[in-house]
């Protein structure tokens, strides 16, 4: 079944995140105060992970073809601002 579903980011350079095969990532925002990317899936495809990378302005990006999702601003942290990323779905390691 289709569904939207959330996935929060912790504050971190680099994270993977397990959800559903063939996911669409759709955007992504805060909400209290977590980034979260929100994405639609089949509920009932295999899991698989995917990476995501936050990068602060001035910061090299740690991926070479990242895919560009959106753009945060955490207020609990003045002045930062997060440019987050799709690194893709990971391929048997």
Same mark, same amino acid.
């Given at each position: 079944?289709?569904?939207?579903? *959330?996935?929060?980011?912790?504050? &971190?350079?680099?994270?993977?995140?397990?959800? $559903?095969? =063939?996911?669409?990532?759709?955007? #992504?925002?805060?909400?209290? &105060?977590? #980034? #979260? #990317?929100?994405?639609?899936?089949? !509920?009932?495809?295999?899991?698989? &992970?995917?990476? %995501?990378?936050?990068?602060?302005?001035? @910061? +090299?990006? /740690?991926? !070479? *073809? $990242?895919?560009? /999702? =959106?753009?945060?601003? +955490?207020?609990?942290?003045?002045? /930062?601002? /997060? @440019?987050? %990323?799709?690194?893709?779905?990971? *391929? =048997? &390691?």
């Amino acid at each position: 079944m289709r569904v939207i579903w *959330k996935f929060p980011l912790p504050v &971190e350079p680099i994270y993977r995140v397990a959800m $559903p095969a =063939g996911a669409t990532l759709l955007t #992504v925002q805060m909400q209290c &105060e977590q #980034v #979260v #990317v929100w994405g639609m899936v089949d !509920s009932e495809a295999p899991r698989v &992970e995917r990476e %995501f990378y936050l990068v602060g302005t001035g @910061h +090299p990006v /740690l991926s !070479s *073809k $990242p895919t560009y /999702l =959106g753009t945060v601003q +955490p207020w609990s942290w003045r002045g /930062l601002v /997060l @440019h987050v %990323f799709d690194g893709g779905e990971i *391929k =048997g &390691e």
